[in-house]
Structure formats: C-alpha cells, structure tokens
C-alpha cells in the first residue's frame, strides 16, 4: 500500500503539472505532443528508467482524458531575452510630456474614450454598456474594468477604466490602473503621462515606478526601464513583478547570475509557472526547491482549520502541595485525548474506505483512477498548490529532524537536573525531599511546557497550510484530502499526548495523597476536512471566488466570459485601503494576488503570522521610544505605538534614510486593516451551504474595531461604501494573444 501511496502523490503532481503546460485549443493535441509532456514531467520528478515504463503502462489509459481537459493557456519559452519588444522611437517620440491637473486628466481621459469608442468592436462596447447601466460610480465602472481585464476583454477593460476616472477623478487608483490597463493592451506611449503625473503626486511609490518600467519595457526603452524598475526594487524588494524585470534586464547586460537571484526572490513572493520558467532558462529551477516555509507561511492564504487554541496544554501547579489536583488535569486530559484518538481513528477508516476498495484492485487500476479522478479537479491554482506542496513535504522532513534533536537536547536537560534532585544525605527530612522536588518540578515542567508549545503550534501552523493547500492540487478524489489530513490530525493528537505526559506530577514525601481523580475535560472539534477552501478575491464590492473546483473568472458580478484566444495577464493586484494612496504589494505587509499563465497565487494574506500584525525592531530603530514601549530588543507591532510619539526623522539626514516615521505607521495599519478583511472573506464550501452574496451594497461587517490608529477612520468610511482598492501592478508576459490590438486607435 505503501508504494500505491506514492504513485498516488506522483500521479497528483503529475497531472497538475501536465495540465498546466497544456495549451488551449479547439481540438485535442497530437499524441505525440502528450508523450512529450509527459516524458519532460518525469524527467523533472527524477523518475528511474524502471519507473518510467511503469508509469507510462499506468498514464495509458489517462492521455485521452488529460487531453479533453481545458488546460492553462501557458506556453513555454526558452529565451528570457526575447521577451522585451524592440524599440519603437516613433512611439516613443509622441509621448506628452506635460503633468497634467486633475482636471486636465478629466478632459484627456474623455478625449481618449471618445475616440476608442469609436473604433473598437461592437461586442467590446455591449460590455461596457451593459454595465454602466448597470452602476456609474467609479469604485464599480472600475472592478468592472479588472474583471474585463483579467477576462481578455482589454477594449472592455480600457473603456471602464476611463468611465471610472471620470467618475472619480481624484482617485489615484483609479489612475494608475486605468494606466496599467493601456500598457497591458499595447499602448504604453499614452500611459506613461498618466504615471508621471501620478510620480510627482507620489514620489517613490513602488507601484507606479513599477508600472512606468512596465510602460517603457513595451516600447523597447530599455535603460528607462531598468531606471523605473530599480527604483521600485529599492522601495519595495518584495514586488515580484519588479524582481522578473530586472532579471530579464540583468541577463541583457549579460549577467544571469543576477538574474536568476532576481527571479528566485520573485517565485519565493509568489510560486508560479511563468516565474518558474524564466529560472529554468537560466539554469536556476532547482534554487526554487529549496524555499523555506518559514518564509512562504507568511505569503500564501493559510485557512485556519485547527484555531491557534484547539487544545490548550494545561499548566501544572509545579508544586508537591498541587499533586491530587495535577493528577486529577493529567487523568482528565489522558483520557480526553485517548478519546479523541479513537473518534480520529474511526473518521480515517470511513474516510479511506473507497481509497482501500480501489487498491485492492491492483496499483495500476488504482493509479488511472486516481489521474481520471484528478483530471477533474485541476484549478487555476493547482500549479502553485504544487510548489507550495513540495515546499510543505520538503518542510515536514526538516522540521521532524529538528524536533527530534531537540526533544532530545531537552530531556537530556531535565536529566541531569533530575540526577541532581535524587542525591539525598543521610539526615534528610520530608520537608526536605519536598524542597528538592518543588525545585525540580518548577525546573522542568515549565522546560517541558515551552518546548511542547513551540512545537505543537509550528506543526499546527503546517497542518493548516497543508490542508488548505492540498485541495488546489487537484481537487478531492476519492477522499484523499480529507483521509490525509484526519490522519494528521492523529498526528497532532499525539503531540499534545505527549505535551501532557512530559510534565510530573510530584507526591508529597510521608504524606499519603490520592493520584485517582479524572477532571472533565471537553474534547476539540475535529475539523470538517470534507469542505474546500474558498478565497475571496476581492474587486471593489465584488468577489471572484477561488475554490478546488474554479478553473477561471468566468463566475463574476458583470457574466464577463473570457474572450476566445485570451490568457489572464501576468500581473499583481494588490489591495490598498486609501483612495488617495496607492498600494505597495507586500511592502508594510500590503496583501496582493499574482495571476498570469493559467495560475493564481495568493500572497501576503496572513502578514507575519495568521493573527500578529506587522512586527518592527523598533528598540534598534527609534531608541527614545523604548521608555514608552517597555521594549528593548523585542520585535513589536508599530501599530500599538501611539502616532504622535513615532518621531518623523529627516530622511535627508546621515542615518535617517531607513528609519520608521508616523507615516510608516499609518501605512503598517493599513495593511494590517486589509489582511484583516481578506482573511475574514475566507471560508470553506460545505456541502448544503448557500453560495456568498457576490456583489454588495456596502462592506459587510464592523469595521472600526480593526484600527488602533484614529486618522485611518476615514479609510474606514471609504470602505463600507466602495471595498477594498484594487491595485494593478503590471508583469512581465509572453507576447500578447487575442487581445484585438487596433493600429492607431487613440490617434
């Protein structure tokens, strides 16, 4: 069974990978097209020739169906270099350079729209019309136009765009991707006046550095480019869009060693096939391995199955005097938890039960089935469920090797103390014996308590991530999430057996005391792995709902489908919560989505941990608050600091660049605000559970509770009535399809 297993997790992957690299297409590949992805498939798992030939005796029967299912639309590329346009002077030469007002943005923007109104398609125009009957507020005109644009409709999306500024001219946002949406549909040169307006309102703004490197990469500029893009890597090293442009720039002046740093940083922002090809082209894909999960946690959506207190590990009195009330905990939580164990055991034997039925009818039966049934499952974030997966296993090897020495380096403590303890002289008393036992029991239990704490709560934190991310694999088949995860739930079950079987429980000497007493104690909920994960990727009021069984954005607020020929652009969106400021993806902790190539990565939604915010080594930083903190080495949330007593430092003076400023605070408790809000959109699909509303009136919830800084209340006003802001960040992309490029359109 053991081998079935591991075929199992193979196939998975496998079909994962394989379905990713398919191409759409109105009829299915040559054979010889699939055996060719599947050979490159188990070269990249490292297959032994042996397992080669069983594997493709079991890939057999599942080539047809594989190529029935509608792939991503990612196609390989093997030169980087080839990905940046050639230069255009005559473009480049008709850029305006005038800073526009607000108001002379308003007539610009109107000039634009008339004259694309004019030349595009009628079926662009009936989307645009039929959502301005629908809303005229620019917060809706423009999720509309990110849909559209996420959708291939880039005409549509250009329309809206405008339509949104108009509406609220003041809202940099609403500029910025009304920008971003000209330069992804192929027309930089009348973008970048918009960015260079918005530059002079926000100065270093990564974003918009980003999007003027983005604008001037498409025309061929390429030192504009690179000058836009290391000022954004300055201001926001996190930004994975900046890191692929500079890398694709680093291997034009021939140094791809710093371009596969470049696009390793990227893939640890944000696992996917796009970034993951750029590094295998310049030899770096096996850097991309050995990512450490300590980083990815705080990146990628993590549900919270197990809560941070499912069981509590009780602490003892460490005392001789407490020893009937301390056997009575140890009893009670015995017996709880060996309860608990035999329920998880039976829930595993249920869960398996097709699994076992399905083995017996020989590996290679069960290993078609299984690839039949995964097929089926394969979703938009199947390919970076992968990544993150093999990072998850990688991870649990590591982390069992370090708990192990560990314990070890603990119980080798505790002893010698004990040793210490047991040595008696001849006139020792009862009292005595007491003493040296309080002594010890108040040396190690609280050892014992701290080791077990840290532990139990990383493998929490991993069973979590693991359970939430096996489910974009390639969906459940057979029960194989849930029978994985009850069976890990086992797992940590016996961790905190053990958590309450390490700490003592001492009698007192010459005194007669009863050890028999069971205290009551409530056992966890186990749970409810049969549910999928569902993330609310917000747009506005809107949500596109990303679940197992989701293979597009085709289920949204304005029935947008995704035009015929269309890929989703690689881009960033990042979630701000200030119309007059525009959002820094992961900078501050500022949550974002990657999508592109057939994927979707969500990143940066659980900030430092899934409840902490923002940390900052403000003792290190700002010495003169460490009175007021009560801190001296301490990370601490910046947030909790009140405002007016973070100094504002002169950024100009020696030594001052990187210090923290009340600006910095403000922006920290914005992120955090919005980290809050999207982990609260998170949910499972249950079974007999009504689908969520998709478009809201308002913002749904209370949220004045969620800041500690008072002058973010008008942020929160902002919110209840328009969401979150949507914030593109444009990437780097293969050559554009079936985007209906019209020569001359805004002439």
Known sequence: MKKTICSLFFALFLVAGLVAQTKPKPKPPAQSEMDKLLEQAMKDEGLTE????????????????????????????TDNRKLIPIKDPIRISSISKKINTNAEVTNVVTRLYGKLISKIPASEKEIINRVQSAVSDGASLMAASVTALLQG?????????????????????????????????????????????????????STI????????????????????????AVR???????????????????????????????????????TENLAKNVKAQDRLTNMDFEKLKSRIVIYEYFKKDWIRIPALSDNVSGFEND??????????????????????????????????????TFAQEM????????????????????????????WTDKYTKEYM???????????ETNISNPNDKCTDYDERHNEFLAYANPLFRKFHEKKNEEFRVWLNAFCTWSWYVTGNPKNVVMTQCISWTYYLAEMYTQSIDDQEAISKTCVDQRSDGVAAIAPPVIPNFSCPVLVNIPIGLDEIQMSAEAINFDDNTWNIKQAEGSRTPNLTLSYGMDKNDISEPGKYGNPYVKTGNGSVTTSGFNGTSNDEEELTPLSKILDELAPITKIEDELTPLSKIPADKIPTPDPKAPGQENKTTTNDATKIAKAALARKILKDMMTTDCPGEKPPKKRKDNFEGSLDELTPLPDLKHVLDDIKPNGLQTVINNGLDTPPKGKNFIKGLFE
């Open 209 to 232: 550095l980003n999007n003027l490197g983005y604008a001037w990469l498409n025309l061929g500029q390429v030192d504009s480019a690179r000058f836009y893009f290391n000022g954004a």
């Open 371 to 398: 690839m039949k049934e995964s097929i089926k499952g394969v979703s938009m974030m199947s390919m970076p469920a992968v990544y993150v997966q093999k990072i998850l296993v990688a991870h649990l090897k590591e």
């Open 50 to 77: 042996a397992e080669k030939v069983e594997m493709k005796k079991m890939m057999k029967g599942v080539m047809p169906e594989l190529s029935k299912k509608p792939g991503s639309d990612f196609t390989g590329f």
């Open 327 to 364: 056997m009575r905990i140890k009893n009670g939580y015995a017996k709880m938890l060996e309860e608990l164990r035999d329920k998880i055991e039976s829930m595993a034997e249920a869960s398996s039960a097709e699994l076992d039925a399905l083995a017996k009818k020989g590996e290679n």
């Open 153 to 205: 409709h880039n005409q549509a999306a250009m329309g809206l765009s405008m339509k949104a500024v108009m509406a609220d001219p003041k809202n940099v946002n609403h500029q910025n991707n009304m920008a971003a949406i000209l330069s992804q549909s192929g027309y930089p040169e009348q973008a970048i006046p918009f960015l260079n307006k918005l530059s002079s309102q926000l100065p270093e703004n």
């Open 409 to 419: 380096a603990v119980n080798l403590k505790i002893s010698k103390k004990r040793e």
């Open 236 to 274: 926001n090293p996190g930004n994975p869009e900046t890191q692929l442009c500079n890398g694709v720039i680093a291997e034009l002046k021939g140094d791809p060693k710093k371009a596969a740093d470049n696009y390793v940083e990227s893939f640890e922002e944000a696992p996917n096939p796009f």
